[in-house]
């Protein structure tokens, strides 16, 4: 039980669909499975970074799912952690909102920066509460799903009119989930700042080709209705990323929204 409970929060699904996780998980073992085997990339293709983005993807035990932070698993590239760092400093940011906490230890890393910037608070939004999970006083955690009218309240209770607002979104990788969550949480971005979307490179993109729509599909979806942000594909800068398409960085401003 423990074991399903962990592959799933590795993955980022929710507690329904049980067909659909469970097709997804024997696709997924299946997959790293077909690459250790046969020494090659997943991807198929020639191209030399997508190559080395489905190695890097398709050894987790190495690299996304052993990847720490004061001693904190977080499942992130270390190259986006780098790009988090280089939005914080730019932005100054005093809300950060990540859906998707797992372990905390990227509620950690975005801690730690804002601990020598000087300022900022995390809040971390998961439907479960791990007895492991990283504790920071910058960080608050608030139980529950990130699509939940209690949980949107309570986040919301604890901005500001005047605060510099980051989004991240971490956690189911669903296309629905993660189209809800955008249309939410679009709302708190405040102009210039970003609304990052986490692990788009699945569903093919480059990797996971058979994972169905997922946050890649989300955020096309998402675009084609809204003009208030565009993708800054600047972040994506050292090539690798696991958030392609995904650092959404709002342009403009409505007057009804923040
Ligand atoms: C990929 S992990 C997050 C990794 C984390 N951000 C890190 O840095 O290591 C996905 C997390 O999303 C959580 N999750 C799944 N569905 C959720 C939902 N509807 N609302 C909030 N969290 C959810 C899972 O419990 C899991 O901890």
């Given at each position: 039980m423990e074991i399903i409970k962990s592959v799933n929060r590795s993955l980022g699904?929710?507690?329904?669909n049980i067909f659909r996780k469970l097709f997804r998980i024997i696709n997924y073992s299946l997959e790293l499975l077909l690459v250790r085997l046969y020494h090659?990339?997943?991807?198929?293709?020639?191209?030399i970074v997508d190559q080395f983005h489905s190695l890097y993807y398709c050894s987790p035990e190495k690299t996304w799912n052993n990847t720490r932070w004061m001693g904190r698993r977080t499942m992130r590239c270390p190259l986006d952690l780098w790009v988090y760092q280089e939005i914080l400093y730019e932005l100054k940011p005093d809300i950060v909102i990540e859906t998707g906490t797992n372990e905390g230890g990227g509620a950690h890393f975005l801690a730690s920066i804002m601990d020598v910037i000087g300022k900022g608070k995390v809040i971390g939004v998961d439907i479960e509460e791990l007895a492991n999970r990283a504790d920071h006083e910058r960080i608050t955690y608030i139980k529950g799903s990130s699509i939940d009218h209690n949980i949107i309240k309570k986040v919301s209770e604890m901005?500001?009119?005047d605060h510099v607002v980051l989004v991240i979104l971490d956690s189911d990788h669903n296309m629905p989930h993660v189209l809800e969550e955008m249309k939410i949480y679009s709302e708190f971005v405040t102009k210039g700042s970003y609304m990052i979307v986490e692990d788009s490179n699945v569903n093919g993109h480059p990797v996971?080709?058979?994972?169905?729509?997922g946050p890649f599909e989300a955020i096309q979806e998402f675009l084609s209705k809204n003009d208030l942000f565009e993708v800054d594909?600047?972040?994506?800068?050292?090539?690798?990323?696991?958030?392609?398409?995904?650092?959404?960085?709002?342009t403009h401003r409505i007057t009804s929204a923040r």
């Open positions: 699904l929710s507690q329904d090659k990339s997943s991807s198929r293709s020639g191209n901005i500001e009119s996971m080709p058979n994972w169905g729509l594909k600047s972040r994506e800068k050292f090539y690798m990323s696991f958030n392609p398409n995904g650092y959404l960085k709002r």
